[in-house]
């Protein structure tokens, strides 16, 4: 119940498209979700987080959308550029837990 | 910005060695984290800590302890390395009541051979 499940495990995609990628939770509990970014040699950092009470959060070329039915959520890139080529992890957490729960990650590579 | 160092950023050790993994963070954060990121499984919690000399297990937490001695440090033990934990070691810190806010070191890969 407290994993999060991402997919695809790595994604290639051409300049200029748009990247997908998706993640579902079983545990209802679970109010934050964000994405982390990571790129070689550094550690992750976040990108972009939605809470539950809204369906699509939108940040530049990022967007989460999420599905509270469904228990899923996904990042979606516009124009994705080479220099978004990188590791992303989704993840969640609850109220009072802080702790955060990471997806497998999906390695995005971006060709120019 | 908050730093979060990490002592090593490679290290090899043979099978058995006690191994000690760093972590220092610089922003008066009280929750501090060790995962370990292997391909395909994602980042998994070994273990975390809330305050000085406090720690929980997270969910992989066999075969590793922790030290907290100052608010600032927060230390990764491996008593008896083995080649099943040659990974790359992420520490995390956060403030508390912020769970957006983690902030993450580099990384060590450690390597047990």
């Known amino acids: 119940q407290q994993q999060v499940k991402q997919s695809p495990q790595s994604l290639i995609v051409q300049k200029g498209g748009i990247s997908i990628i998706n993640c579902a939770y079983e545990?209802?509990?679970?109010?934050?979700f964000p994405w982390y970014q990571q790129f070689p040699g550094k550690g992750p950092a976040l990108l972009i987080a939605?809470?539950?009470?809204?369906s699509e959060k939108k940040e530049g070329r990022f967007t989460i959308s999420f599905n509270k039915s469904a228990k899923q959520f996904s990042l979606h890139i516009m124009d994705s550029q080479p220099g978004d080529s990188a590791t992303y992890f989704c993840?969640?957490?609850?109220?009072?837990?802080?702790?955060?729960?990471f997806g497998q990650g999906t390695r995005l590579t971006i060709n120019p | 910005d908050v730093k979060v160092t990490q002592s090593s950023r490679y290290l090899v050790k043979r099978t058995g060695e006690k191994v000690f993994l760093e972590c220092v963070q610089d922003?008066?954060?009280?929750?501090m984290f060790w995962y370990r990121q292997d391909p395909g499984l994602g980042l998994r919690l070994i273990y975390f800590?809330?305050?000085?000399?406090?720690?929980e297990k997270g969910d992989i937490p066999e075969g590793y302890s922790v030290s907290r001695e100052k608010k600032e440090r927060f230390s990764l033990i491996l008593e008896s390395a083995s080649t099943n934990q040659t990974s790359m070691y992420l520490c995390?810190?956060?403030?508390?009541?912020?769970?957006?806010?983690?902030?993450f070191g580099s990384g060590t890969r450690l390597t047990v051979v």
């Open positions: 995390a810190s956060q403030e508390e009541g912020w769970v957006y806010g983690y902030t």
């Open positions: 939605i809470r539950p009470d809204v």
């Open positions: 922003m008066d954060h009280e929750n």
């Open positions: 993840a969640a957490s609850m109220e009072g837990a802080q702790k955060l729960v």
């Open positions: 545990n209802t509990a679970f109010d934050y």
């Open positions: 800590s809330y305050d000085v000399k406090m720690k």
